[in-house]
């Protein structure tokens, strides 16, 4: 697996030594390290060219000319209420209700524009970004945020997940696996344990 760029680089005039590397130098080593990853993969892949573009999670502003890509549990709820401030939807310093920005962010979604050439045109032309996180942070961050930690009523909107979750829990505990690990703590499935959070979504991307 490619490593990310250190906080020092080789020296190129003595390859033993190394250069530190402030942190403006660093954060552009490891974005120019991740662009390098990202290009070598689609060359090696040249399938993905041909799968739809996802305009569902492609949020635009046409005053500052971007488009940004959302991934859940990578910093998303900020970035979209960034995007919806953008857009004058939220104003600035405004301190809206969690479920309010999973809501009307669709919006701004470039799925709204009806004419595919703008929406080609945007996408073609505006500067285009998107964030990563660490994959085993962000499938920990997933569960204690949506399931293990009661969810508060500012944090409603997502009760569907937990209930899916716990519905697909529920289908193999009534038997039609009886392989199928069952819930530690009883019947009433108020609590979703990891390793089946982990089967539901090894199960969901099947």
């Not at 190129?12 to 390290?33: R, W």
């Not at 990578?74 to 919806?84: E, S």
């Not at 039609?176 to 819930?183: A, E, G, K, R």
Request: hydrophobic share 35%; with cysteine; aromatic share 12%.
């Amino acid at each position: 697996m490619d490593q990310l760029p250190q906080s020092t680089l080789v020296s190129k005039e003595d390859p033993k030594t190394t250069v530190p590397l402030d942190k403006k130098a660093a954060f552009k080593a490891t974005m120019k390290h991740q662009e390098e990853v990202i290009n070598k993969f689609c060359a090696a892949n040249p399938s993905l060219a041909s799968l739809p573009i996802p305009y569902n999670w492609l949020l635009f502003d046409d005053k500052y000319k971007v488009v940004y890509c959302f991934v859940p549990k990578v910093g998303c709820t900020v970035l979209k209420q960034l995007i919806m401030t953008l857009r004058g939807i939220f104003k600035p310093g405004e301190n809206p209700p969690h479920y309010s920005i999973h809501i009307k962010y669709y919006a701004t979604l470039l799925s709204k524009v009806t004419t595919p050439s703008e929406r080609e045109r945007k996408l073609k032309e505006y500067f285009k970004f998107m964030f990563l996180r660490d994959p085993m942070e962000r499938l920990l961050s997933g569960y204690i945020d949506k399931l293990e930690i009661p969810l508060s009523p500012d944090k409603r909107a997502f009760d569907p997940i937990k209930k899916e979750v716990m519905n697909h829990i529920k289908g193999y505990k009534r038997g039609s696996n009886p392989d199928h690990i069952t819930n530690k703590t009883g019947t009433d499935m108020h609590y979703i344990e990891f390793e089946e959070y982990l089967d539901y979504l090894t199960w969901m991307t099947k």
